[in-house]
């Protein structure tokens, strides 16, 4: 089962996914468990060449990502590209996974799938 | 008909308004407003150009005075994107019309298309969630575009944000 936690910085994304899918601190370690922690940090840090191939590669994978497109468009190349890939990824997981939550202070809105 | 999607950067907004689009008009328009200059805005008008690729599209451009744009014929659909490429081109091109009274000259260009289709389907931007205070003409430019679509959500029969692709109504879910 693939499901896709989105939502603005600090709005309680780990600990729903914590308690919604029995979750701990360790499952978040790294991006070969079954869960990953701010998908977007790792997309800053990593070139990401193809969006489907590096989204296809986080199937199965319960995904927390900031929502990072909501702001004014960055002159900066660099962090135009990272929002850019970011949105892209997302849409892509998005179109496969069987659940997506997007959480607002602490409440998750299911916008896809059902929990 | 009127519809608005907003939604943030590379949210799906664009896929999702062709897609209702296609769902009403067979004949259609797409009414394009980013100035094609630099190597970036090139390469998301070539994206834009292959989503919309096989499914009936004319295409033509309006970057500034929109309420004086008259399409080559009558279309069933009309799709403008985007308010937010417009709002920056009337505020900050040498063609535009400057800061003031600016979010009206808009609202009267989108009036104007009504009068050119049945189902205007209309592609504004989520710009206001960072929390960063930008120079004061980015601040007006935020502010303008967050009235504008405050004014378009009101006046729509339906609104939705794009999230990761997948489409939030707002009101007129039914229509979707």
Not at chain 1, 15 to 33: I, P, Q, W, Y
Not at chain 1, 49 to 57: C, G, K, L, P, Y
Not at chain 2, 78 to 106: K, T, Y
Request: proline share 2%; charged share 20%; glycine share 8%.
């Amino acid at each position: 089962m693939t499901v896709l936690i989105v939502g603005g910085a600090y709005q309680g994304k780990k600990e729903l996914a914590k308690k919604l899918f029995h979750l701990n601190d360790n499952d978040f370690v790294g991006m070969e468990n079954k869960a990953i922690y701010n998908l977007h940090e790792y997309i800053k840090l990593n070139n990401i060449t193809d969006v489907s191939d590096f989204a296809n590669s986080l199937k199965n994978k319960i995904i927390i990502c900031d929502e990072i497109g909501c702001g004014v468009v960055p002159i900066d190349k660099k962090l135009n590209d990272w929002r850019e890939i970011t949105g892209r990824v997302c849409c892509e997981i998005a179109s496969f996974a069987d659940i997506v939550i997007r959480v607002t202070a602490g409440m998750p809105q299911v916008i896809k799938g059902r929990i | 008909m009127k519809i608005v999607i907003t939604g943030g950067s590379a949210s799906g907004k664009s896929a999702n308004a062709e897609k209702i689009i296609c769902k009403y008009a067979k004949n259609n328009l797409y009414l394009a407003t980013m100035q094609p200059f630099g190597h970036e805005a090139q390469k998301r008008i070539k994206r834009h150009l292959e989503l919309r690729q096989g499914k009936c599209f004319d295409t033509e451009e309006c970057f500034t005075n929109l309420a004086e744009f008259k399409p080559k014929k009558q279309y069933d659909g009309i799709l403008l994107e985007c308010v937010s490429n417009l709002l920056a081109n009337e505020m900050f091109s040498p063609n535009g019309i400057g800061f003031d009274n600016v979010a009206n000259h808009i609202l009267n260009g989108i009036n104007n298309l009504e009068k050119y289709c049945k189902v205007l389907v209309i592609v504004t931007s989520e710009i206001f969630s960072d929390g960063e205070n930008y120079p004061y003409e980015t601040m007006e430019y935020c502010k303008l575009l967050g009235q504008i679509n405050q004014n378009l959500f009101h006046l729509s029969n339906a609104a939705a944000e794009s999230v990761c692709g997948i489409l939030l109504p707002y009101k007129g879910a039914n229509l979707l």
